[in-house]
């Protein structure tokens, strides 16, 4: 059964960068998309964005100058890196495993595996 | 970017009850396929979010018969026929015509 584990620092400073992964076992990475998402405290979800395995991604306009993805199918990781955070980027970061139903077509994918979440704090 | 509306916020219903949450999108999500690019997606306490709902109205691997999801282009349902302890959680519909994907505010179902 597949597992995503993400794992980060839990506090980082503001200006500074923050950098996440996303651990799968269980399953390989080829195939899929990747994504992001988080909710802030007391919020809903946010979609940060997603990558594919050709590391084809799409980002969140809203976040799209400080974010970056990456996919390292030999450490079987899908990395996040968000800059410049400020008290904002608090929040649960959550990665999800995105399904291509072969009766869509590859625009399409929904998210079938989730991790736990990690929590990441803004502060000084 | 889409802007998707849910309602309502909250969501109290008796064990054994019908639930409806509904869900409006900007734009329609219809597209010539004929599939209806919305999600829907439940977080429960302690738990990740999973997948509820594909493509409007079919179920996810897993999920109990009691969840449908209904409606098409602006206008979607999710509904649970008999809720029951187990389906606490706040619910989200999700749209996946484009990027960004947007979700609603949430719709969080809790037990009277």
């Known amino acids: 059964q597949v597992q995503l584990q993400e794992s980060g620092p839990g506090l980082v400073k503001p200006s500074e960068t923050l950098s996440l992964t996303c651990t799968v076992s269980?399953?390989?990475?080829?195939?899929?998309?990747w994504t992001w998402i988080r909710r802030p405290a007391g919020k809903g979800l946010e979609w940060i964005g997603r990558?594919?395995?050709?590391?084809?991604?799409r980002y969140n306009p809203s976040l799209q100058s400080r974010v970056s993805m990456s996919v390292d199918t030999s450490k079987n990781h899908i990395s996040l890196t968000l800059t410049s955070v400020t008290a904002a980027d608090t929040a649960i970061y959550y990665c999800a495993r995105g399904y291509v139903p072969t009766a869509i077509g590859p625009w399409y994918h929904y998210m079938d595996v989730w991790g736990k979440g990690t929590t990441v704090t803004v502060s000084s | 970017d889409i802007v998707v509306t849910q309602s309502p916020l909250s969501l109290p219903v008796a064990p054994g009850e019908p639930a409806s949450i509904s869900c409006g999108s900007s734009?329609?999500?219809?597209?010539?396929?004929?599939?209806?690019?919305l999600d829907w997606y439940v977080h429960k306490p302690g738990q990740s979010p999973q997948l509820l709902i594909y493509l409007g109205s079919n179920r996810a691997s897993g999920v109990p018969d009691r969840f449908s999801g209904g409606g098409s282009g602006t206008d979607f349902t999710l509904r649970i026929s008999r809720v029951e302890a187990e389906d606490v959680g706040v619910y989200y519909c999700m749209q996946t015509l484009q990027t960004p994907r947007t979700f609603g505010q949430g719709t969080k179902v809790e037990i009277k």
């Open positions: 269980g399953g390989s990475l080829n195939n899929y998309y």
């Open positions: 990558i594919y395995t050709n590391d084809n991604t």
């Open positions: 734009q329609s999500l219809l597209r010539p396929d004929g599939y209806n690019y």
